[in-house]
């Protein structure tokens, strides 16, 4: 993972919410302590971090918000301090597993510093720094010093913080009006937190989301990041329960408001859920800076079940569909993308089908849903394509669009549909096109949606539950070669190929040197791939890929050769030359070739094919399914 402060630096992140009224609910009486639940309740402690991270937190913080020397006396349990935390530490990393970053969580000592004794203050400062020095060893990637209600004492607890060399966050409690103690705005906060040393600001606690989205605001001009993590609304006391009102729609809603206004992380504190931390989450991954930021949630959700999940197909690959036999047999495979028509005449695209067929390539990829515009959705179209053609389409399935529910019902009716194979992708958000104002959903992103698809051809729903039959799916997913990331984009093709995928589809490449490193690194994985190639259409075409598209990097020679030409059928025609460079270069490398033509041009993907005549066999023309669709609009 990114450095903590680099990838703040980059997008806004999402904090977790309330460990401790959490645990009240689940019956733990408030006389107990807490933090000491680590060592002798380890498994609640697991599962509410889990919970949170499922509902989408990319920041866990551990279970030691009272675990200093001072507080953990109170409860006799003084000794144990160092045992505390570093348990604590320990029970949010196994869970966070490099998917999320761990916060120290470190709260105020109990002693009144605007009072206090030079001794007590003494003997407070040296339990914050004891605590925040074994968080450190123990291996967190950020302390998060929250609750102070006295600025002194969190300004002490930052110098303290500061000696570990780790990013802190300081957060001071604010009241209802919008101040902190000694009447202190937050703009005069967010100053004096920022030349103490905290490397992001803010408030959490005492009050809801609408008062601390006044306090996020003000603080926005200081400088630095703001955090701001309200409680769930002001609690009232029902059947001796304190019950907290704010609802996590009202938490999404303010979370919108907060990133618009420049918050940079938002979080939940007293009251607060894996709820309001998933309706949180929708704002998070509207205001990410091009690429959907998506946590992994896993496709078991019920532990009693995930045990006997074994996520194997039923099903051989060979047997499973035309595409999957020619992987087992170690065939050069061959397809071509097409986009879905923006309308609902299909006569054009089943003609276009028609000259790929009668050019021996009979798998064309379908794309889902382009560039936030108006088409036909891909599921039809796959299915009509194989009904009057009897090509054998791959249905793009993208986690943008459709929520936990609807991809579990997208997959099983595609199945039903005669549909076998899938290639699953998380998807950028819908940004560019005419409809940029649409909301992206990501309940789940490609390696989570992998698995539930996995498990369904195992025979499970997403719950564990016996599905009374299974799938047949070819799993295939997607790679960027260039990933400015390069390294997390390996670690998720190994967690892809983990959880169930068995083909690799690159982006489009163009710099063998990128490639040549891609593939050297994903041999070991023992997983097929099919090179992405994009004929390029023009000189502004390359330009445009180059500078506007994550993960597209194309050669300066290249960008030239297609200058020269400008735009044309010229230009097309030297596109065609280039992809063919780039196929010939690693044809006896890869398993096989995904053109992707622009605009739906197809007889480029078929002049870019005569590079690979010695590797792949023309398939026969197949004869169309029984069940005829109507392919013009009636």
Same mark, same amino acid.
């Given at each position: 993972?990114?450095?903590?402060?680099?990838?703040?630096?980059?997008?806004?992140?999402?904090?977790?919410?309330?460990?401790?009224?959490?645990?009240?609910?689940?019956?733990?009486?408030?006389?107990?302590?807490?933090?000491?639940?680590?060592?002798?309740?380890?498994?609640?402690?697991?599962?509410?971090?889990?919970?949170?991270?499922?509902?989408?937190?990319?920041?866990?913080?551990?279970?030691?918000?009272?675990?200093?020397?001072?507080? @953990?006396?109170?409860?006799?349990?003084? !000794? *144990?301090? #160092?045992?505390?935390?570093? &348990?604590? =530490?320990? /029970?949010?990393?196994?869970?966070?597993?490099?998917?999320?970053?761990?916060?120290?969580?470190?709260?105020?000592?109990?002693?009144?510093?605007?009072?206090?004794?030079?001794?007590?203050?003494? @003997?407070?400062?040296?339990?914050?720094? !004891? *605590?925040? #020095?074994?968080?450190?060893? &123990?291996? =967190?990637? /950020?302390?998060?010093?929250?609750?102070?209600?006295?600025?002194?004492?969190?300004?002490?607890?930052?110098?303290?913080?500061?000696?570990?060399?780790?990013?802190?966050?300081?957060?001071?409690?604010?009241?209802?009006?919008?101040?902190? !103690?000694?009447?202190?705005?937050?703009?005069?906060?967010?100053?004096? /937190?920022?030349?103490?040393?905290?490397?992001?600001?803010?408030?959490?606690?005492?009050?809801?989301?609408?008062?601390?989205?006044?306090?996020?605001?003000?603080?926005?001009?200081?400088?630095?990041?703001?955090?701001?993590?309200?409680?769930?609304?002001?609690?009232?006391?029902?059947?001796?329960?304190?019950?907290?009102?704010?609802?996590?729609?009202?938490?999404?809603?303010?979370?919108?408001?907060?990133?618009?206004?420049?918050?940079?992380?938002?979080?939940?504190?007293?009251?607060?859920?894996?709820?309001?931390?998933?309706?949180?989450?929708?704002?998070?991954?509207?205001?990410?800076?091009?690429?959907?930021?998506?946590?992994?949630?896993?496709?078991?959700?019920?532990?009693?079940?995930?045990?006997?999940?074994?996520?194997?197909?039923?099903?051989?690959?060979?047997?499973?569909?035309?595409?999957?036999?020619?992987?087992?047999?170690?065939?050069?495979?061959?397809?071509?993308?097409?986009?879905?028509?923006?309308?609902?005449?299909?006569?054009?695209?089943?003609?276009?089908?028609?000259?790929?067929?009668?050019?021996?390539?009979?798998?064309?990829?379908?794309?889902?849903?382009?560039?936030?515009?108006?088409?036909?959705?891909?599921?039809?179209?796959?299915?009509?394509?194989?009904?009057?053609?009897?090509?054998?389409?791959?249905?793009?399935?993208?986690?943008?669009?459709?929520?936990?529910l609807g991809l579990v019902a997208h997959l099983l009716g595609a199945h039903a549909m005669g549909l076998r194979n899938?290639?699953?992708?998380?998807?950028?958000?819908?940004?560019?096109?005419?409809?940029?104002?649409?909301?992206?959903?990501?309940?789940?992103?490609?390696?989570?949606?992998?698995?539930?698809?996995?498990?369904?051809?195992?025979?499970?729903?997403?719950?564990?539950?016996?599905?009374?039959?299974?799938?047949?799916?070819?799993?295939?997913?997607?790679?960027?070669?260039?990933?400015?990331?390069?390294?997390?984009?390996?670690?998720?093709?190994?967690?892809?190929?983990?959880?169930?995928?068995?083909?690799?589809?690159?982006?489009?490449?163009?710099?063998?040197?990128?490639?040549?490193?891609?593939?050297?690194?994903?041999?070991?994985?023992?997983?097929?791939?099919?090179?992405?190639?994009?004929?390029?259409?023009?000189?502004?075409?390359?330009?445009?890929?180059?500078?506007?598209?994550?993960?597209?990097?194309?050669?300066?020679?290249?960008?030239?050769?297609?200058?020269?030409?400008?735009?044309?059928?010229?230009?097309?025609?030297?596109?065609?030359?280039?992809?063919?460079?780039?196929?010939?270069?690693?044809?006896?490398?890869?398993?096989?070739?995904?053109?992707?033509?622009?605009?739906?041009?197809?007889?480029?993907?078929?002049?870019?094919?005569?590079?690979?005549?010695?590797?792949?066999?023309?398939?026969?023309?197949?004869?169309?399914?029984?069940?005829?669709?109507?392919?013009?609009?009636?």
């Amino acid at each position: 993972m990114k450095p903590f402060l680099d990838a703040l630096e980059e997008c806004a992140m999402l904090f977790d919410g309330a460990i401790g009224s959490l645990l009240y609910d689940r019956g733990i009486f408030l006389t107990r302590s807490y933090d000491e639940l680590c060592l002798s309740q380890p498994a609640m402690i697991r599962q509410i971090h889990r919970e949170y991270l499922q509902a989408g937190a990319q920041i866990l913080e551990t279970n030691t918000f009272a675990a200093n020397r001072l507080v @953990l006396t109170k409860h006799g349990h003084s !000794e *144990q301090t #160092e045992a505390i935390n570093r &348990a604590a =530490v320990a /029970l949010a990393r196994e869970v966070a597993n490099d998917t999320a970053y761990v916060a120290g969580a470190v709260g105020p000592t109990g002693v009144p510093f605007g009072i206090a004794t030079v001794t007590d203050r003494k @003997l407070a400062e040296d339990a914050v720094g !004891e *605590q925040i #020095e074994i968080l450190a060893d &123990a291996g =967190v990637d /950020l302390i998060c010093l929250e609750t102070f209600s006295s600025i002194i004492e969190l300004e002490t607890a930052i110098a303290a913080a500061k000696k570990t060399g780790l990013p802190v966050v300081a957060q001071l409690v604010f009241d209802a009006q919008g101040q902190a !103690e000694g009447c202190l705005s937050p703009i005069d906060v967010a100053k004096r /937190l920022v030349d103490a040393g905290a490397d992001v600001v803010g408030a959490n606690c005492n009050v809801g989301p609408a008062e601390l989205y006044q306090v996020g605001t003000q603080m926005v001009p200081c400088g630095k990041p703001v955090s701001i993590q309200p409680n769930a609304g002001f609690p009232s006391v029902i059947d001796g329960r304190r019950i907290y009102v704010a609802n996590p729609e009202q938490f999404g809603v303010f979370a919108r408001r907060m990133l618009k206004s420049g918050i940079r992380l938002i979080g939940g504190c007293c009251g607060t859920s894996p709820e309001h931390t998933r309706s949180m989450l929708g704002a998070v991954r509207m205001m990410t800076c091009g690429e959907a930021q998506v946590t992994r949630i896993p496709a078991i959700t019920t532990g009693e079940s995930a045990d006997r999940i074994a996520p194997t197909a039923a099903v051989p690959t060979r047997e499973r569909s035309r595409l999957g036999r020619r992987l087992d047999d170690g065939e050069f495979v061959v397809s071509v993308e097409l986009n879905a028509p923006q309308g609902t005449d299909m006569t054009g695209m089943i003609a276009k089908i028609d000259q790929l067929l009668d050019a021996g390539v009979d798998v064309v990829n379908i794309a889902d849903g382009p560039r936030a515009t108006a088409r036909m959705g891909n599921l039809a179209m796959c299915a009509m394509a194989a009904a009057n053609t009897g090509v054998e389409p791959i249905l793009h399935v993208c986690c943008r669009d459709r929520n936990f529910l609807g991809l579990v019902a997208h997959l099983l009716g595609a199945h039903a549909m005669g549909l076998r194979n899938l290639v699953i992708i998380t998807g950028d958000p819908p940004k560019m096109g005419d409809y940029p104002f649409a909301t992206p959903v990501y309940d789940v992103d490609s390696i989570g949606l992998l698995e539930i698809a996995a498990n369904l051809n195992a025979g499970y729903d997403p719950a564990g539950k016996d599905l009374k039959g299974h799938t047949s799916f070819v799993l295939a997913t997607g790679a960027e070669p260039a990933a400015r990331d390069y390294e997390r984009e390996l670690r998720r093709i190994e967690q892809k190929r983990d959880a169930g995928a068995e083909l690799i589809m690159t982006q489009p490449v163009y710099d063998p040197e990128t490639l040549d490193r891609f593939l050297d690194d994903v041999t070991p994985l023992n997983i097929p791939v099919m090179v992405g190639l994009l004929p390029l259409a023009s000189h502004r075409n390359a330009e445009f890929l180059h500078n506007e598209v994550p993960g597209m990097q194309i050669p300066d020679e290249y960008r030239k050769r297609m200058a020269r030409v400008g735009s044309g059928p010229a230009a097309r025609a030297e596109g065609v030359r280039i992809a063919q460079e780039a196929l010939e270069a690693v044809k006896h490398r890869v398993s096989g070739a995904y053109i992707m033509p622009p605009f739906n041009r197809v007889e480029s993907a078929i002049a870019i094919l005569e590079v690979v005549e010695d590797r792949w066999q023309r398939a026969p023309r197949p004869e169309p399914s029984a069940l005829r669709l109507q392919a013009t609009p009636s």
